[in-house]
T-cell receptor, first 112, second 112 residues
Framework: AQSVTQLDSQVPVFEEAPVELRCNYS??????LFWYVQYPNQGLQLLLK??????LVKGINGFEAEFNKSQTSFHLRKPSVHISDTAEYFC??????????FGQGTRLTINP | IAGITQAPTSQILAAGRRMTLRCTQD?????MYWYRQDLGLGLRLIHY???????GKGEVPDGYSVSRANTDDFPLTLASAVPSQTSVYFC???????????FGQGTRLTVV
């Protein structure tokens, strides 16, 4: 069964610093990959997705992620974070028509 | 566009009581899902439905049941609630195997 591992449960960074949130998945077979963001007391909102094509995917709010098939990774990055980026971030994977499987989440805290 | 509507937004329930969480989508998506979100565990799939009239078990189905009588509605029922079912429940839908899932705002359930 497909699984997703987010390597950091919490990531504190200073405002305007770069950030990388790490995500690895278990299968090297063709997959679709997603990053979602959850602001406090809200539902999940899609940040970006990788379906095929270019391995560098750009999303909303200045985030981007790179699909690395050989390392089965899909790390999320932002060159300069803002206080408003404080949220929980979830990596998810779908293999074909199978169910969407989520990682445990990474809580990003931006300090002034 | 409403997207996905969940009701109620929050509920306190006595142990042993029966409870149905409602979920309605207006996007005509084929697939619908119920997840529970618990601290440190991310989102775990309870049940899913790939199309109206069919349902399947997810990762943590015990104590829950679902039905999919039509495309729009996907209610989740707790037959006899227990405190371990205290959680935030999210309903989601998607339009196919390679697309993202859209989420409702969640139902916060406390079983006492």
């Amino acid at each position: 069964a497909q699984s997703v591992t987010q390597l950091d449960s919490q990531v504190p960074v200073f405002e305007e610093a770069p950030v990388e949130l790490r995500c690895n998945y278990s299968s090297s077979v063709s997959v679709y990959l997603f990053w979602y963001v959850q602001y406090p007391n809200q539902g999940l909102q899609l940040l970006l997705k990788y379906l095929s094509g270019s391995t560098l995917v750009k999303g909303i709010n200045g985030f981007e992620a790179e699909f690395n098939k050989s390392q089965t990774s899909f790390h999320l990055r932002k060159p300069s974070v803002h206080i408003s980026d404080t949220a929980e971030y979830f990596c998810a994977v779908r293999q074909g028509a199978q169910k969407l499987v989520f990682g445990q989440g990474t809580r990003l805290t931006i300090n002034p | 566009i409403a997207g996905i509507t969940q009701a109620p937004t929050s509920q306190i329930l006595a142990a042993g009581r029966r409870m149905t969480l409602r979920c309605t989508q207006d996007m005509r998506h084929n697939a619908m899902y119920w997840y529970r979100q618990d601290l440190g565990l991310g989102l775990r799939l309870i049940h899913y439905s790939n199309t109206a009239g069919t349902t399947g078990k997810g990762e943590v189905p015990d104590g829950y049941s679902v039905s999919r009588a039509n495309t729009d509605d996907f209610p989740l029922t707790l037959a006899s609630a227990v405190p371990s079912q205290t959680s935030v429940y999210f309903c989601a839908s998607s339009d196919g195997g390679n697309t993202e899932a859209f989420f409702g705002q969640g139902t916060r359930l406390t079983v006492v």
